[in-house]
């Protein structure tokens, strides 16, 4: 197997080209790694011996970036323009939704734009606890950043383009340090609300078909009832996809505040499967089906074909919490103009029905709790540190890649073997290893219930009514303004 022509071969395979162009697609692999063609092995992935060849041949250095940018730039000859991508999409969804959205995962699946191989190194599965099973997940997918590309931002103070790595403009972007690879990148436009919007899936995906929808403009994040008209033509466009949206505050929002977007995806989370706890009635909205959800974060939760009542009885909650105080539990919604309430909203559809969850955030924080009163507590940032976002907030956690090796070390220590245990997690491995009786054959079953156990403690510390007398009766008051 000669190495360019097996690509060339592949990339006409793909329908990007035609037999015709072999010769002008092996000249541009060419350009890429150099000219002569070697024999390759078929056990390993043909893109990766190209890039490994280009290193060889003094192409490109060897170091993360530049491989990501020509790994990328390869796959980039498989992938049709972005204008035929959209012209396909919109084609096959004159067929139906899923016909298309299918067809495009499968697109950015097999150009590597989703990294596929990447996502089957994290470590996932469920556990149960009181609030039925949790979905843990451990990050090993997505790189590290690259200590050049460190080093080098530190440095940079010049304007950048793109000015996002949500910006549209990311589309067909080459890379460079510090901003990604993305060569084989395609974005189907959308129109939300009346404005051009973007749909495209994740890289690096947290769940099934993981996708972002994103303003074409570079405008900051904000939650309000245009949000909630946004998410219901998202659900009309996408009945199979559920839609959700970071809050729109730091501590209780997502990493990416700066640019406007949603995510969603196929996948049934948690929180979407939980039971109403408590029936709301609103004699103003009689279309719309209410309650309290029983869940760690406070959500309520309207359901309805009416998506009018819908938007009207969501807006109204969204606009009374806004505005919302409550000393006894530490809930402030201002520091004379800076804003403390949001919400995450998620809908998702249910036959006809659209499901709407508002989970009620605050974002404040004390001597006591700087990082966040209603953020993971410091007895458990040994395990979780980070902000809840959008999915955590649905029940999937996502812990940082470091517990691989640092949990290793923990059930070497309830086995009685030597161990490098760190000190951060010795005082919640003595507590469980006094509490259970821990050995080869459940070690592993144990530290997922922990871990599970954990989790949803995270999310208890995030909740702004606790499921307690006090909290309880803080739920009473809120609603009773509604």
Aim: glycine share 6%; hydrophobic share 40%.
């Amino acid at each position: 197997m000669k190495l360019i022509e097996k690509f060339a071969d592949d990339v006409i395979a793909s329908g990007a080209y035609k037999p015709l162009d072999k010769i002008y697609v092996m000249n541009k692999i060419r350009g890429f790694v150099g000219d002569e063609d070697v024999d390759g092995n078929e056990d390993q992935p043909v893109v990766a011996q190209l890039v490994d060849l280009a290193v060889k041949r003094g192409k490109i250095e060897d170091g993360q970036t530049e491989r990501e940018i020509l790994n990328d730039q390869l796959y980039d000859l498989m992938t049709p323009r972005p204008s035929v991508v959209n012209e396909e999409f919109w084609e096959k969804y004159q067929e139906s939704p899923e016909t298309a959205t299918n067809w495009f995962y499968k697109l950015m699946t097999s150009n590597d734009y989703v990294k596929v191989a990447a996502i089957k190194k994290n470590i996932v599965f469920d556990r149960p606890t009181k609030y039925g099973n949790l979905e843990i997940t451990i990050n090993l997918s997505k790189p590290e950043k690259d200590p050049k590309a460190i080093a080098a931002a530190a440095h940079d103070t010049k304007k950048k383009y793109p000015q996002c790595a949500l910006c549209m403009e990311n589309e067909g972007y080459k890379g460079r340090l510090g901003q990604a690879a993305r060569s084989n990148h395609r974005v189907i436009r959308i129109v939300v609300g009346g404005h051009k919007w973007g749909f495209q899936y994740s890289p690096y995906a947290y769940f099934n078909e993981h996708c972002i929808f994103l303003d074409s403009k570079h405008e900051p994040m904000q939650i309000n009832r245009q949000t909630l008209i946004n998410l219901v033509e998202i659900e009309e466009q996408l009945p199979a996809y559920f839609v959700g949206s970071n809050a729109d505050l730091p501590i209780v929002g997502g990493s990416m505040l700066a640019h406007e977007h949603y995510q969603g995806g196929r996948h049934s989370f948690p929180m979407m499967k939980a039971e109403i706890k408590k029936p709301l009635h609103f004699d103003e909205y009689p279309d719309v089906e209410a309650g309290i959800v029983n869940w760690p974060m406070s959500d309520i939760r309207l359901t309805s074909a009416n998506t009018t009542e819908l938007i009207n009885l969501g807006s109204h909650i969204i606009d009374v919490w806004d505005h919302y105080d409550d000393e006894s539990l530490s809930l402030k919604a201002f520091d004379s103009d800076i804003r403390h309430h949001t919400v995450t909203p998620i809908m998702h559809r249910d036959g006809k029905k659209f499901v709407l969850d508002l989970v009620l955030r605050d974002n404040n924080t004390s001597d006591k709790y700087p990082l966040g009163i209603f953020h993971p507590h410091e007895k458990l940032w040994h395990i979780k540190k980070e902000n809840i976002g959008l999915i955590e907030v649905m029940g999937r956690a996502i812990l940082p890649a470091r517990l691989k090796d640092e949990l290793a070390e923990v059930k070497k220590f309830w086995l009685g073997e030597a161990n490098n245990i760190a000190d951060s997690h010795l005082s919640w491995a003595k507590e469980i290893a006094e509490k259970m009786d821990i050995n080869a054959d459940n070690v592993d079953e144990i530290m997922e219930q922990e871990l599970a156990n954990v989790f949803a403690n995270v999310l208890e510390n995030a909740g702004v009514f606790k499921d307690d007398e006090a909290g309880n009766a803080g739920w009473d008051r809120f609603i009773a303004q509604l």
